[in-house]
């Protein structure tokens, strides 16, 4: 029985953050000033196990959701990720099954990631001049390394291939026109999207924010491209494609124009939480119940009583009053 909350939203897509570790310090989600070296990552002990995830997953599979992301914290860091991949492929009645990475680490791992069952990817890549790229991810990464695992991707057959660029102002938005012609014809489709208020440690001002209707004129300007139509009820991105039928771009526009109605993502935090909103200050613990022995019935009537109440549309009602509150990190439950 799926589960509807009570804006009438059911519970169908669930971000899996496996990790609140990183090889990247992105600027914009894990600055070094705050996550250097005496940042207090997560215990190993304090982690979900694969078990314990595939467990959660077929419960929450059970109740309405089609679509499981793994994220993180960079996901591709935990250890034998793709363990995890071949155990959740074995959830009855899950459609999809996807990942989001930056990218670094796809070379090595592209082929076994496949092997276990992953169908598809999303590879996160905000730049490609090399300078701006590596000042984003603050570690020195040049964009040929996440090119080259982009590519290891494609060769190991994981289709379709999406590409994520968050947009900043003053620091990323007059490169964002060469990254659509790049991926131009290829059938890797890149989804911009508006630099988020996550968390409380990424300075986040309006002013910061390019909205989506700016990146699609800049890009229109050079490449005309066209509104196209959703696939699906809840698609995150709003499609554009190409006149000349050479595939389709993504915005990703929560700050511009939210998408709360039709939001129907839960996410599991690597410590078990689970967040009914991307901006929650709050999560639900399934840690404990598994842990103490609660049986699928007890955790199925957990997640009920977590979804049906779930009233969140943070995105639509952002002002002031809700720009004080205490809000979990986008490294910890992955975006
Ligand atoms: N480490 C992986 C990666 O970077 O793809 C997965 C986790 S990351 C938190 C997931 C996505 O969130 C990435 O595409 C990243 O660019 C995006 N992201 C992080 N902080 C953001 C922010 N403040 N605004 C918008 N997107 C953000
Ligand atoms: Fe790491 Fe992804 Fe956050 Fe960058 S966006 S710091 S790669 S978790
Ligand atoms: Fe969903 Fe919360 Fe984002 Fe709205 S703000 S789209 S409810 S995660």
């Known amino acids: 029985m799926a589960f509807v909350d009570a804006l009438g939203r059911p519970l169908r897509d669930l971000r899996i953050s496996v990790t609140d570790r990183c090889n990247f310090r992105c600027t914009y989600c894990m600055p070094r000033e705050v996550f250097g070296p005496d940042y207090q990552f997560l215990q190993r002990t304090e982690l979900?196990?694969?078990?314990?995830?595939?467990?959660?997953?077929?419960?929450?599979?059970?109740?309405?959701?089609?679509?499981?992301?793994?994220?993180?914290g960079e996901p591709l860091v935990r250890r034998d990720l793709h363990q995890l991949i071949a155990l959740l492929r074995e959830t009855p009645g899950l459609k999809d099954l996807t990942l989001t990475t930056n990218g670094s680490l796809l070379r090595a791992q592209a082929q076994r990631l496949r092997d276990a069952g992953l169908q598809r990817i999303t590879v996160?890549?905000?730049?490609?001049?090399?300078?701006?790229?590596?000042?984003?991810?603050?570690?020195?990464?040049?964009?040929?390394?996440?090119?080259?695992?982009?590519?290891?991707?494609?060769?190991?057959?994981?289709?379709?291939?999406?590409?994520?660029?968050?947009?900043?102002?003053?620091?990323?938005?007059?490169t964002i026109v060469d990254l659509?012609?790049?991926f131009k014809g290829t059938g890797i489709i890149v989804r911009f999207i508006e630099f988020m208020d996550v968390g409380a440690t990424n300075g986040w001002q309006m002013r910061h924010v390019v909205p989506a209707h700016e990146i699609v004129a800049r890009i229109n300007a050079e490449l005309p491209i066209e509104p196209a139509e959703?696939?699906?009820?809840?698609?995150?991105?709003?499609?554009?494609?190409?006149?000349?039928?050479?595939?389709?771009i993504g915005l990703i526009t929560s700050i511009t124009e939210p998408f709360c109605g039709d939001c129907t993502r839960a996410r599991l935090s690597p410590e078990g939480e689970l967040y009914t909103c991307l901006f929650g200050n709050r999560g639900h613990d399934f840690r404990s119940l598994l842990r103490d022995g609660a049986s699928d019935d007890e955790i199925s009537t957990?997640?009920?009583?977590?979804?049906?109440?779930?009233?969140?549309?943070?995105?639509?009602?952002?002002?002031?009053?809700?720009?004080?509150?205490?809000?979990?990190?986008?490294?910890?439950?992955?975006?």
């Not at 979900?48 to 993180?72: D, N």
């Not at 049906?308 to 992955?334: C, F, P, Q």
């Open 180 to 182: 659509a012609r790049h």
């Open 48 to 72: 979900l196990t694969y078990e314990e995830i595939g467990r959660l997953a077929r419960i929450f599979v059970e109740h309405g959701v089609e679509k499981i992301r793994l994220t993180g």
């Open 302 to 335: 957990f997640l009920g009583s977590v979804w049906r109440v779930r009233n969140d549309r943070y995105s639509e009602i952002r002002s002031e009053h809700t720009a004080g509150l205490r809000k979990v990190e986008m490294s910890h439950i992955g975006g």
């Open 124 to 174: 996160s890549l905000d730049s490609l001049d090399e300078a701006i790229f590596k000042s984003m991810n603050d570690v020195g990464v040049p964009p040929s390394v996440v090119l080259d695992g982009i590519e290891a991707a494609r060769a190991a057959g994981l289709a379709p291939i999406k590409v994520n660029a968050v947009v900043k102002r003053g620091v990323n938005d007059d």
């Open 230 to 248: 959703p696939n699906y009820r809840g698609e995150v991105a709003r499609r554009w494609r190409y006149r000349d039928g050479s595939g389709e």
